[in-house]
């Protein structure tokens, strides 16, 4: 696996993960369709793997993304904390 995947592809496969459907997902990312699956293909090329195998107009996880979705459900997490955290502090 890459060393450094962005959190913004981990969030976009944390939403998919979510919602099992393409546009669901782009509506609650507000991006338009064929940008979420291009970060979906660019996210699973990195990882040279697939996340999620095509059902009729949805998706469903494979096993792998199963776990990967549940990591980056965590790393996202943890962002949002810092992130949220890193904004209730005074400035020096």
Do not use: C, W
């Not at 699973?44 to 469903?60: A, T």
């Amino acid at each position: 696996m890459p060393e450094s995947i962005d959190i913004t592809l981990k969030r976009v496969a944390v939403v998919l993960a979510d919602e099992l459907d393409y546009l669901q997902a782009a509506e609650k990312l507000n991006i338009p369709t064929g940008v979420l699956k291009e970060k979906i293909s660019a996210l699973e090329s990195q990882l040279y793997l697939h996340i999620f195998k095509p059902r009729q107009n949805k998706v469903e996880l494979t096993e792998e993304g199963r776990f990967l979705v549940r990591v980056f459900r965590e790393a996202v997490a943890k962002h949002d904390k810092i992130q949220h955290d890193n904004s209730r502090r005074p400035d020096s």
